[in-house]
């Protein structure tokens, strides 16, 4: 019987394995073509004719502004993990914890902004924007997108669970409802942040539709509207493009892997409580 099993988990093992390296095939093909030159594109070759030329012209060409794309894609990224990290969990502990007048309904209001596109709300917030200024700046890029429905709903899913003898304890000792918050309960959702932060940033690091559209001046490009915006120029030469693609999805990987275990967890935490 011990044997039987141990078998069935070989197997297991070893299709999970199979199964890992179809879904990443792809991104290592992208790798791998990036750093060849162009005569040894769908070829095997050896380590000796890999180059980083491709990304080196990249940053240093005078057509266009790589390290300035970059560098706003961190800032805007940056700014809403951020933001999201702030707003998001005092919502959703407010929605969980608190009472207050009205709180079912702005719970349900919540929930409704997850079921509408967001491109069905792109006008509004694109005259809104351009009415307070803010076309081609990072106030545009960032301020309308601090908080997402979806991680206020998935955070307060979390705090539905918390003990209320925490907070009480917590009243007991002196500590105001915020004070309680931000010194017990938060760190309680270390997971469940976590989790929403590797979502806002690969929203966020990936996002076309919404940086293009307010924003469309090169200055003020992020790196995939940039790259975008300059591909027909190597449409042909298939280890720029890659070299393109891997420079807008290779953080976003490295971000995930860098906090895994923590966003398992998260979503194990986020379950439909309450």
């Keep these: 019987m011990l044997t039987r099993k141990n078998n069935r988990r070989l197997l297991l093992y070893i299709g999970t394995i199979i199964l890992g390296l179809l879904f990443a095939l792809p991104f290592l093909y992208t790798i791998y073509t990036s750093v060849i030159p162009m005569r040894h594109v769908n070829t095997l070759t050896s380590p000796a004719n890999w180059t980083f030329e491709n990304f080196k012209i990249f940053f240093t060409?005078?057509?266009?502004?790589?390290?300035?794309?970059?560098?706003?894609?961190?800032?805007?990224?940056?700014?809403?993990?951020?933001?999201?990290?702030?707003?998001?969990?005092?919502?959703?502990?407010?929605?969980?914890?608190?009472?207050?007048?009205?709180?079912?309904?702005?719970?349900?209001?919540?929930?409704?902004?997850?079921?509408?596109?967001?491109?069905?709300?792109?006008?509004?917030?694109?005259?809104?924007?351009?009415?307070?200024?803010?076309?081609?700046?990072?106030?545009?890029?960032?301020?309308?997108?601090?908080?997402?429905?979806?991680?206020?709903?998935?955070?307060?899913?979390?705090?539905?669970?918390?003990?209320?003898?925490?907070?009480?304890?917590?009243?007991?000792?002196?500590?105001?409802?915020?004070?309680?918050?931000?010194?017990?309960v938060y760190p309680l959702a270390r997971s469940s942040l976590i989790t929403m932060s590797i979502l806002a940033f690969a929203g966020t690091w990936n996002s076309y539709l919404v940086p293009s559209t307010l924003a469309n001046t090169p200055e003020m490009y992020v790196l995939v509207v940039g790259l975008n915006s300059v591909k027909d120029m190597f449409f042909e030469n298939t280890p720029m493009i890659m070299a393109g693609v891997v420079l807008s999805t290779l953080p976003i990987i490295l971000f995930f892997f860098l906090f895994q275990r923590q966003y398992i967890e998260g979503i194990s935490n986020a379950g439909v409580k309450g």
């Design 61 to 184: 060409n005078d057509a266009y502004n790589v390290p300035r794309w970059f560098l706003n894609t961190v800032i805007m990224t940056g700014a809403v993990v951020i933001g999201n990290l702030i707003i998001n969990p005092m919502a959703g502990f407010a929605l969980a914890k608190l009472n207050f007048k009205g709180k079912g309904l702005i719970y349900w209001i919540v929930v409704a902004t997850m079921m509408v596109p967001y491109h069905m709300i792109l006008i509004p917030v694109y005259v809104n924007v351009a009415q307070l200024g803010w076309l081609n700046t990072f106030w545009g890029l960032t301020v309308p997108f601090l908080y997402q429905g979806l991680y206020i709903f998935m955070l307060r899913q979390f705090f539905i669970s918390v003990p209320n003898e925490f907070l009480e304890a917590a009243r007991m000792d002196g500590l105001t409802k915020m004070g309680a918050f931000w010194r017990i």
